[in-house]
């Protein structure tokens, strides 16, 4: 076994309350790519090109919600994706009482689909969409299937994702939830992110545990406080540390 792997055995195996706070890096062994990596939206309708961060801004959505709703639809929603062998783990470890609670920055819903129960999605989920007038519920599905932009089929109004776009605040619900969780926290393992995107980034500087874990493709700013370090991909890191049989 990878000497590091086996450092991370070990602390796992010491800690009874673990929490995971985990980024895109997770998601991309699920095959869904991080849309950051798209080189723009082109649009001739408008005769202009947009980022794909302000493809997916509050006033994008706004202002050019068809457009919005065609970036969305094919960069941001993976109905087929499937839970890979790090959500497979996490949930794994929460069954077994050391795990207390992943916080995600990813909108996938994949960590609920592989078991995990205490999840806080810090920029919401495509799997939840409602109705701006009257409130009403809508899976990814429905949003899919629309022509254009969905509208409600009860009133008519405007269906928006429950997903935090840019210029939107994080709910405060989720942050204290997250927040609470990474305080009590024995071992805080981060993984598959680079540490860029904030608030989100900035709820680790609240950890006083034990046992700091990163676990990235490449360095982040956090490397140099953290106990552990292991720059390889997080699904085969969780797979070799918690699924395999030792």
Known sequence: MNEKIAELKKIIDESNNIVFFGGAGVSTASNIPDFRSSTGLYSKKLNAHFTPEEAVSHSFFVNHTDEFYDFYKKNLVYPDAKPNDCHIALAKLEEMGKLKAVVTQNIDGLHQAAGSKVVYELHGSVKRNYCMNCRSFFDENYVLKAEGAPKCDKCGGLVKPDVVLYEEGLDGNVINGAVNAIINADTLIIGG????????????????????????????????????????DIAKVFREAVLEKQ
């Open 193 to 232: 992110t680079s540490l860029i995107v904030y608030p989100a980034a900035g709820l680790i500087n609240y950890f006083e545990g034990k046992n700091l874990v990163l676990i990235n493709k490449s360095a982040t700013s956090a490397d140099k406080n953290a106990d552990l370090v292991i720059n390889d």
